[in-house]
């Protein structure tokens, strides 16, 4: 069955560390992959996308994401966390043309 | 444009009563999606429409849920009768023709609790 996983369910980082956010996906085709952000009492944003093509993508607010169809993963990092990073981070998958699974979330604690 | 409209952001009721959710997508957007956000069960596709037509409820979870789109700015999710286990945060989403393939525009959602 279709699913998607993100292993870690609270990250903490400092600020002006490197960040790493992980999202592994089970789908025998390539699915089609996005990473949105969801800030306290907010809906989700769009963070970048990926579709095909070069498996380096940007993304708004300085964030990047790399497919890996090997690993079955889709991993969204930064070089360098803002204290305004801190929210919750969803991984997100069509499959299928009309069926979108969402992970779990993983949420971003940053410390000064 | 405004963004995704929803109303009310936050609804108290208690079980057994109707609830009204209500939502006004992005002019011009011709997908509208309502999820639910539940700490157990994350989000969850309910339902969505493509041209004010229902293509999917699947997600809907039982026959209390009922969801309607009477023309391009306004739709509502319907519980009744509601029950605690209801109790979520409710997003409604909008995005352009290719739909699932396009960005997602999220409302700010409505928080209900069921008592």
């Known amino acids: 069955a279709q699913s998607v996983t993100q292993p870690d369910i609270h990250i903490t980082v400092s600020e002006g560390a490197s960040l790493e956010l992980r999202c592994n996906y089970s789908?025998?085709?390539?699915?089609?992959l996005f990473w949105y952000v969801q800030s306290p009492g907010q809906g989700l944003q769009l963070l970048l996308k990926?579709?095909?093509?070069?498996?380096l993508v940007q993304g708004i607010k300085g964030f990047e994401a790399e497919f890996k169809r090997s690993q079955s993963s889709f991993n969204l990092r930064k070089p360098s966390v803002h204290w305004s990073d801190a929210a919750e981070y969803f991984c997100a998958v069509v499959y299928n043309n009309n069926d979108m699974r969402f992970g779990a979330g993983t949420r971003l604690t940053v410390k000064p | 444009d405004a963004g995704v409209i929803q109303s009310p952001r936050h609804e108290v009721t208690e079980m057994g009563q109707e609830v009204t959710l209500r939502c006004k997508p992005i002019s011009g957007h011709d997908y509208l999606f309502w999820y639910r956000q539940t700490m157990m069960r994350g989000l969850e596709l309910l339902i969505y429409f493509n041209n004010n037509v229902p293509i999917d409820d699947s997600g809907m979870p039982e026959d209390r849920f009922s969801a309607k789109m009477p023309n391009a700015s306004f739709s509502t999710l319907k519980i009744q009768p509601s029950e605690p286990r209801d109790s979520a945060v409710y997003f409604c989403?909008?995005?352009?023709?290719?739909?699932?393939?396009?960005?997602?525009?999220f409302g700010p959602g409505t928080r209900l609790t069921v008592l």
């Open positions: 989403a909008s995005s352009l023709v290719t739909g699932f393939y396009n960005e997602q525009f």
């Open positions: 789908y025998g085709a390539t699915p089609y």
């Open positions: 990926y579709f095909s093509g070069d498996t």
